[in-house]
């Protein structure tokens, strides 16, 4: 994939995973419109994307406002024409007392950036999408959303959610001329796993985990998954018995 002049729409860019797919497609010439509420830290991070050789705008946007979130596209649009890729990013990991209580406003504002927002993301780009044939949505999901995870009720339904929500609209939008790419990746470090005590096995450092996302975004792959490692244990739990995973998962002291 050519990303020279490439239009990628990018929620959650103003920190972690975000930051570093943003300064890694700059440098490959993309054009990102970059989203999140930190409107000074998407002014630092834009600039970092200019001098890559990129070019970048910003847009301080909450994903929860769908109508914020899709006059935000238009303007991208309006400047650039269209947008090519989606990259629903932007979430919360959740990890406080209120989450883990099942407090149902601390539950529901997981559910309403991680989730919702990824679908208003959707909404803010799929029609135009559609209307000249192409265009691919990316998911970053995560490994926490193939079965249930302890003391993360609101994160695994979050990501579950938002993997059978994209799946499903790759089912109903097949043989239009867009993709869709789910990413389910494991641990990293960024400033949403920052300061967490439970284990976490596999644990990648950012720099290694950029190229994988972009291989899953080129390749217009289905799913990827990544770590390997955790990947292949997490999809093998899905079919154990439940007897059995909650045996192993009640252990498991690993989250998101
Ligand atoms: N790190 C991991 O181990 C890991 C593993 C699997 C999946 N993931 C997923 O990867 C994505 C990025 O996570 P990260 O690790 O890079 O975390 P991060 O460094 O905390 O970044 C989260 C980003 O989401 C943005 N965001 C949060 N709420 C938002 C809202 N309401 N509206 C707009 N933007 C919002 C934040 O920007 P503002 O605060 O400025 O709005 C920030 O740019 C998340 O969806 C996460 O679930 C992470």
Redesign the pocket.
Known sequence: MNWNNRVVFL??????????LASALAAKGAVLGL?????D??HEIAQKCDEAGGKARTF??????ATALRGSANQLREEFGHIDVLI??????GNNAETRDLRPEAVKKVI???LL??VNSVHAVLPEMLERGQGQLVA?????GIRGLPKSAA?SA??AG?TAFFESVRLDTAGKGTDVTI????????????GRHNN?PF??E?EEAIPLFINAIERKKKFAAFPWQLATIVRAGKIFPAWLYDRIASRARYR?
């Open positions: 929620t959650g860019a103003s920190s972690g995973i975000g930051e570093a989203v999140a509420r930190r409107e830290l998407l301080a946007s909450d994903v929860t406002d629903a990013n932007a979430g919360i990991g309403d950036i991680n927002g990824a970053i999901s995560s490994l926490a994160y979050s990501k938002m990413i389910q990746p494991g641990f990293i470090k960024t400033p949403l796993t920052a976490m644990l990648m950012l998101e």
